[in-house]
């Protein structure tokens, strides 16, 4: 996933990712990351849930018009 | 995963969005192995990992994709109940009527996860996927991984 947004970002595509993983994005460091605290294969927090799909995917596309030089990671808040 | 080599990445800095999100185009990059009825799976066997991706249309039914990542670390069943989890296409259709974002891109696309080879996909299927986007205009991406 980080490749990927490494890849778009040259091509310059701005990129935000979800992380379930933290410590890995930490490692990755891909430009602009949202931390949501859900199990993996729960991205968008829970099934059948718009109202929360739509909070996660609205804050972190807030984040896309941030220029990133280092790596960004911000913590969703349910 | 504790064997997994990480990498650091190196991008252009300076890269953002230059309009409202209500008049941007955005486009879903999802690594959960989704594609249509019609289309390949994803191969798990390959040796370094599936660098291909699979292009989902915008009005694709979402209940017809079929999902084969081949991990084991994740749970499979939020996917099978809401394949909105990591292609939330109808997400995007409500925001956009919202005036939220401007609008959902006309192809998103589906990698699978897990790549141990990564050249290919940075030369190869990442570029061509940056392609597509260019073409379709899109301004944003949302990054969904499982």
């Known amino acids: 996933m980080g490749l990927i ?7 310059e595509i701005p990129t935000v990712s979800i ?15 949202l931390f949501v605290p859900y199990p993996l294969g729960y991205p968008l927090g829970e099934p059948h849930n718009p109202e929360l799909q739509n909070r996660i995917i609205m804050r972190a596309l807030s984040m896309l018009a941030t220029e990133v030089d280092e790596y960004l990671v911000e913590d969703f808040e349910a | 995963m504790k064997n997994y080599k990480y990498r650091s990445l190196e991008w252009k800095s300076g890269v953002s969005l230059r309009k409202p999100l209500s008049k941007s185009r955005i486009a879903i990059v999802s690594t959960a192995a989704l594609h249509t009825p019609d289309q390949e799976p994803f191969d798990g066997s390959v040796s370094g990992g599936d660098t291909s991706f699979r292009v989902i249309r915008e009005d694709t039914q979402l209940e017809t994709l079929r999902e084969t990542h081949p991990s084991e670390s994740f749970d499979h069943g939020g996917l099978e109940a809401d394949p909105n989890l990591a292609m939330p296409t109808e ?7 919202q005036g939220k974002i401007g609008d959902s ?19 190869e299927t990442a570029a061509q996927a940056a392609e597509i986007l260019a073409e379709d205009k899109v301004d944003g991406v949302l990054l969904v991984p499982v």
């Open chain 1, 5 to 11: 947004s490494s890849v778009l970002e040259n091509h």
């Open chain 1, 19 to 33: 992380t379930l993983l933290k410590e890995v994005t930490e490692k990755v460091r891909p430009p602009r990351s």
């Open chain 2, 91 to 97: 997400r995007f259709r409500e925001l956009k009527a």
């Open chain 2, 105 to 123: 891109a006309p192809r998103h696309l589906s990698f699978m996860g897990i790549i141990l080879n990564p050249e290919k996909l940075i030369n």
